[in-house]
């Protein structure tokens, strides 16, 4: 099965970077609603036979174009809705970042034990998060797009493909409707295809802030640009992705990325590390689980 994991559209709590996870959570901003509008157009050479979203609203907000391009239903499920902050809701400040992303990489590494303060532990959002995936798989459907949360998807891709580790996972950051497009199935394991780090949808009007020595990947332009279109491989090459040692990966941002620095998550890995990217990114970000 292809699966596209694609993270929801800017929302109200992205900009204030709020741990933002409980239900049911806030709709987009006016900029969300702009990079939901170009997921049709980035994946229009998707053949996309079954499209899933969380239970929180902006996800389902994200995936209705989608929906209404492709002419499928919607399968709301909550097991691939954000991993949940516990104790850390709706907080913003560092500590409380540190602490979420150290828990849920901890998880990726096989440390399901660890509990997030006042919320699930790995065994339960693996758990969760897999159940929606055998589902998918289950039902014949060969690809799959299911739109979900940033800290969720690299959370769970660290902890089952073949080809990212802990380490790329913690360091490469999904901008909003950021897609990860893997292939595999339950039993056999999944491999990931691409790792599109940066918007499919329009660059924010004003720059983000570039810290002092850094130099930023991608220019911003003003006003609103092009939506990125992700090519899918032809069904060839698809088929022997077993084989080849290099994948398709991207960090360049081409949407909004006004995070603050994000902390650096290190821990052993139980999967092969992928070679660098093909454009580095500049500088480390913070992930948004919100």
């Not at 239900?23 to 899933?52: F, M, N, V, W």
């Not at 790329?168 to 901008?175: D, F, N, S």
């Not at 983000?208 to 990947?217: D, E, K």
């Amino acid at each position: 099965m292809r699966l596209l994991l694609i993270r929801h559209g800017q929302t109200p709590s992205n900009l204030k970077h709020l741990l933002d996870t409980a239900e049911p959570g806030p709709g987009l901003t006016a900029l969300g609603e702009e990079q939901a509008a170009a997921l049709p157009g980035a994946l229009a050479s998707e053949r996309i036979d079954a499209l899933y979203a969380s239970t929180l609203v902006r996800t389902r907000e994200t995936a209705a174009p989608l929906a209404s391009a492709t002419g499928l239903d919607v399968r709301v499920r909550p097991g691939i809705r954000e991993l949940i902050a516990g104790d850390l809701e709706m907080r913003g400040d560092d500590e409380a970042a540190r602490t979420y992303l150290r828990t849920a990489f901890a998880w990726s590494a096989g440390d399901v034990g660890l509990r997030m303060p006042g919320g699930e532990d790995g065994v339960e959002a693996l758990g969760r998060y897999d159940a929606v995936v055998a589902e998918a798989y289950e039902s014949g459907a060969g690809t799959v797009a299911m739109v979900s949360h940033g800290a969720a998807i690299r959370m769970w891709v660290a902890a089952r493909a073949d080809n990212v580790d802990v380490d790329y996972a913690a360091r490469h950051a999904l901008a909003n409707t950021g897609v990860v497009i893997l292939t595999g199935s339950p039993e056999q394991g999944w491999h990931v295809l691409l790792w599109e780090g940066g918007s499919v949808g329009p660059l924010p009007h004003t720059p983000p802030p570039v810290a002092p020595g850094r130099v930023a990947t991608t220019p911003c332009q003003a006003g609103p640009q092009r939506p990125r279109r992700i090519s899918a491989p032809s069904p060839a090459r698809s088929s022997q992705w077993a084989a080849r040692p290099v994948i398709a990966i991207t960090s360049d941002s081409v949407g909004p990325d006004t995070r603050a620095p994000e902390p650096v998550v290190n821990g052993p890995s139980s999967a092969t590390s992928l070679r660098p990217p093909i454009r580095p990114l500049a500088s480390t970000t913070r992930s948004e689980p919100r």
